[in-house]
């Protein structure tokens, strides 16, 4: 049975960072392409960052310069590494990992960020 666990959430201060990590398990599939994806209180979801299957990155401008996202294809992981982390960066985060098994949705993880 395919999963698709995400982890890393929590509660920190402003300035400081935490690693969103994504992980499917019980595929004989490679990852392919990984995306993350925020959606605060009251508002829509909006894309944080992707990496496509060719290595192509793209971020949001609000976390530009702040985030990075990356890929163990090996072990089929996805990870979104936030630094210096600021109030508005407070949501629920999503990662969407791409692969022999389809498109999946992890579950959502709350970051919060205190001022």
């Known amino acids: 049975q395919v999963q698709l666990v995400e982890s890393g959430g929590g509660l920190v201060p402003a300035g400081g960072s935490l690693r969103l990590s994504c992980a499917v398990s019980g595929s004989t599939f490679r990852l392919n392409a990984a995306g993350w994806y925020r959606q605060a209180p009251g508002k829509q979801r909006e894309m944080v960052a992707v990496?496509?299957?060719?290595?192509?990155?793209n971020y949001a401008d609000s976390v530009k310069g702040r985030f990075t996202v990356s890929r163990d294809n090996a072990k089929n992981t996805a990870f979104l590494e936030m630094n210096s982390l600021k109030p508005e960066d407070t949501a629920v985060y999503y990662c969407?990992?791409?692969?022999?098994?389809?498109?999946?949705w992890g579950q959502g993880t709350q970051v919060t960020v205190s001022s």
């Open positions: 990496l496509s299957s060719g290595g192509n990155r």
């Open positions: 969407n990992l791409k692969g022999g098994w389809g498109t999946l």
